[in-house]
């Protein structure tokens, strides 16, 4: 069987809505399964501002969720979560209880105050905004670039944020028969970015001019400062992230999906899952094609490593 790219709209069961304030430089992406979808957790960085991350334990009554959240704004972004579950419950999206219905919706944000607007991320507005966008047309409003969770992202912040480089939300998706497998990705790391099949440093910490990539990697400048290198474990960055797949899996085979689909970030981002990131995937069923976890998990670190790339704009 031949190996097919295809939009990451194409899955059944799912919308994608995106809202940004370009002028604040944060934003969300929102992802809705409006059936709701068996969905695992794997968190890597020292640093997650995360919602509801307890519903992916396998432990965990709750076999479905109906929104995963790609956020700005770091902890303060979270109030994001409670526009969605509104919007979702208006619209009798999530489980009945008594006379309301009740949708759960889990969130993970980046750090991006530090780009334009220390004073102002996403709240419960901009949520309900990004779930309304979603219903607006068949699958919603998508794009790759510095849209929704990857209007404030960066990379290579190590020497500082003048020395960055603009990142964004990025996204790809394949199909091997009836299975399909897509990522998205918020790139915002304290590190450089690599073409995983090539090597080469392709974004991250910038000469002091800004003009080219900086002559020393990341992990190089950290090895040279190791004597004056300053303590910190402010968690000012994570790279953020959900594989979507219409293989049926429960909750405990999408948390070993999720971790497999880590590899992809250990491939593309050095150094990578350091206290100053709090990096998180998210991997979400949304069919019932049967596959192998093995051969889904290598598929995901594939779509994972090519959504990255987009995310810088390679």
Do not use: W
């Not at 991006?112 to 949520?127: A, V």
């Not at 004597?227 to 899996?249: C, H, Q, R, S, Y």
């Amino acid at each position: 069987m031949n190996l097919k790219e295809i939009n990451i709209t194409d899955f059944d069961n799912v919308r994608i809505g995106q809202v940004e304030d370009k002028d604040a430089g944060t934003g969300i992406t929102a992802i809705i399964a409006e059936k709701g979808a068996p969905t695992g957790l794997d968190i890597r960085g020292g640093g997650p501002a995360s919602r509801e991350s307890g519903l992916m334990d396998p432990l965990a009554a709750a076999e479905v969720i109906h929104a995963v959240i790609l956020g700005g704004g770091s902890a303060f972004g979270l109030d994001a979560a409670g526009g969605v579950m509104k919007f979702l419950s208006e619209h009798k999206i999530g489980f009945p209880v008594g006379d309301v219905v009740v949708p759960l919706v889990c969130q993970s944000d980046i750090f991006d105050l530090g780009y334009k607007r220390s004073d102002i991320y996403p709240d419960r507005e901009m949520g309900y905004m990004a779930a309304s966008t979603a219903f607006e047309t068949e699958k919603g409003n998508y794009k790759d670039g510095n849209h929704g969770c990857g209007c404030g992202a960066t990379v290579g912040k190590l020497l500082g944020m003048e020395r960055c480089t603009k990142s964004g939300v990025g996204s790809y998706a394949v199909q091997l028969g009836d299975l399909k497998v897509g990522a998205i990705v918020c790139t915002n790391a304290v590190g450089d970015i690599y073409d995983y099949k090539n090597g080469k440093r392709i974004a991250g910490v910038r000469s002091e001019d800004g003009k080219k990539q900086n002559d020393l990697s990341c992990e190089e400048l950290m090895y040279a400062m190791a004597e004056n290198m300053p303590a910190t474990d402010a968690p000012t960055n994570t790279t953020i992230g959900i594989v979507l797949t219409n293989a049926k899996f429960n909750k405990t085979q999408l948390c070993k999906l999720a971790g497999m689909t880590h590899d992809a970030y250990a491939r593309c981002i050095r150094p990578v899952h350091t206290s100053m990131d709090g990096d998180s995937i998210y991997a979400m069923s949304l069919g019932d094609v049967s596959a192998p976890l093995d051969l889904v998990g290598t598929l995901a670190n594939h779509v994972m490593c090519e959504a990255i790339k987009k995310s810088v704009g390679k």
